[in-house]
């Protein structure tokens, strides 16, 4: 990954930000607007995402609407109202999808029991689980038969969470920072795994996990981190650019968890951030005095979107529009037997 196309080098080393406090030049710079928006790569749609999206289509087309859906497929209003009005029926509680229905399970995963309800109601199931998250599930279950136990490092709350610590009845433990570390009981330590969330910020999840180490130095680590290669990928390329810009604009669900930390994460490196359901949620006055604009969206935010709002910012005064280069790419999921 690397700098802007058709960005010269020399404009790096002079963003608004740093231009001196008075005189002209903070005059000038103070009545500027957003001028340039600098786009992230990759943002938007991960494969998981893509994957989940066309199950709840396909099932639709196949076998008619409603299609029920437990929980939102991903974390984005614009998708789950578009999928609402292809006739998606998005519900929590088994109960509420009538006998024979076709059921889909959202990208976040579920629980066991979950799980095994819907079956035991006799539904149609598709599962649109995020392979990178069943492989979490896959390495609790295969462990747990070993007699370990687990430290899951993520957001209480969190579906993905509730679905991981789901595949057991005990022996998971929840910790949310550094500080959860010190007060994790397991019943031994000889056995011990650390699972992660695979949406959550990179920088954070290694300070936890450091601790976690430090705490329990014979832990048992997954051979490849849970935080997924999209997560890593978006939040790599706002570390690139958010010192070139002088604000950072996220687009995402205020629900999205991997959105939320692009936002905080080019906070924590000193750039204004501000997170957008939709276009309509720009401020002008976000854009004052910062002419540089940097754009990005989280995994779960249509490129459809992005578009709307880097068409919001040029009424804003943005004359021009580049592309950073990023790191590809091409990773697919299959669908389940019965849709492909």
Known sequence: ??????????????????????????????????????????????????RAIEIVERALAKFGAPIHVRHE?????????????????????????????????????????????????????????CPLVTKVHVEVAKLAKEGYEFVMIGHKGHPEVEGTMGQLDHGIHLVEDVADVARVQP????????????????????????????????????????????????????????????????????????????RELAVKLGTPGHMVDNADELKPEWFDGRPRVGLTAGASAPELLVQQVIDRIRSFGAVSVRKMDGTPESVKFPLPKGLK
């Open 73 to 129: 497929i991903v974390h984005n209003t614009f998708v789950v109202n578009d999928l609402k009005a292809k006739g998606a029926i998005f519900i929590e509680d088994l109960a509420d999808v009538p006998p024979g229905a076709t059921l889909v399970f959202s990208a976040h995963g579920v629980s066991k029991a979950v799980h095994e309800e819907a079956k035991r109601r006799g539904f149609q199931i598709f599962d649109a689980t």
């Open 187 to 262: 019943a031994q330590t000889d056995k011990l795994a650390m699972v992660t969330q695979t949406t959550l910020s990179v920088d954070d999840a290694a300070e936890i996990a450091a601790a976690v180490r430090a705490r329990f130095p014979k832990v048992r680590e997954p051979k490849q981190q849970d935080i997924c290669y999209a997560t890593q990928n978006r939040q790599d390329a706002v570390k690139i650019m958010s010192p070139l810009v002088d604000v950072v604009i996220v687009v995402g669900s205020p629900t999205s968890s991997n959105s939320n930390r692009l």
């Open 1 to 50: 990954m690397g700098a802007p196309k058709d960005v010269a080098p020399q404009r790096r080393a002079a963003p608004s930000k740093a231009a001196p406090s008075g005189g002209s030049a903070a005059h000038e710079v103070a009545s500027v607007g957003a001028r340039e928006i600098l786009l992230a790569e990759p943002r938007g749609f991960c494969a998981g995402v893509d």
